[in-house]
């Protein structure tokens, strides 16, 4: 059997839709960002996880440790599972940046087009699916939470799914939602994008006794 990749998007924060985040530090969930993270426990339980990873920036680490902690496992925080570093336009409002000339090129061209200062998506991308093809390598036949960003969940399903990089923008990951990919035995299989409900159709065959 493959690897069952659950890919989590943070759960909410006062800077969610309004910021580019991105690498700074010190954004934490809020109120109803707690309260979706706890209730991750509840939804992930018919799945029996193997292993926890999370990008290493708090809203993440905040998401993922509910889950780990009900499992007694240890969150193995990943920075390249941060999100799309966007460099001199780190920490600024979308009000601030979606009118430039720099913005609505990067629109046009996703996969060439850098911040300013910082990453193509393209590259975003690239250090994504190494970490993934990672934890993949470590963790055959197991089902694992990686706990990341909107952009780097967009990315990687963009890739399982055979789209071009330009078209990503196309999926939409909501906060504490749960994308799944069976990855790491022949072609990927996506089970599910943005999912906000019941997971336990993703619930593994116990192991067979031997007799």
């Not at 799944?180 to 906000?196: E, M, Q, S, Y």
Request: include cysteine; hydrophobic fraction near 40%; aromatic fraction near 4%.
């Amino acid at each position: 059997m493959p690897t069952l990749l659950l890919l989590i998007r943070h759960a909410l924060t006062d800077a969610a839709g309004r910021t580019l985040s991105g690498w700074q530090r010190g954004v934490h969930l809020n109120d109803e960002g707690r309260r979706q993270a706890e209730h991750l426990v509840e939804r992930l339980v018919p799945v029996r996880l193997g292993a926890v990873y999370s990008s290493s920036l708090e809203r993440c680490c905040e998401t993922a440790a509910p889950v780990a902690r009900a499992r007694g496992l240890e969150v193995e925080r990943v920075p390249n599972l941060r999100d799309v570093d966007y460099g001199d336009w780190s920490g600024r409002s979308m009000r601030q940046v979606t009118g430039t000339k720099q913005w609505r090129r990067i629109m046009r061209d996703p996969s060439g087009e850098p911040f300013p200062g910082g990453e193509t998506l393209r590259q975003v991308q690239a250090r994504v699916l190494n970490e993934i093809g990672r934890i993949v390598h470590d963790n055959p036949r197991a089902a694992v939470a990686v706990f990341t960003h909107a952009d780097p969940i967009r990315l990687a399903l963009a890739h399982y799914g055979g789209a071009h990089i330009d078209l990503f923008q196309r999926l939409v990951v909501h906060p504490a939602s749960v994308s799944a990919v069976l990855a790491g035995d022949g072609v990927p299989r996506i089970l599910k994008v943005n999912d906000t409900g019941s997971l336990a159709d993703l619930a593994l065959p116990s192991p067979k006794r031997r007799t």
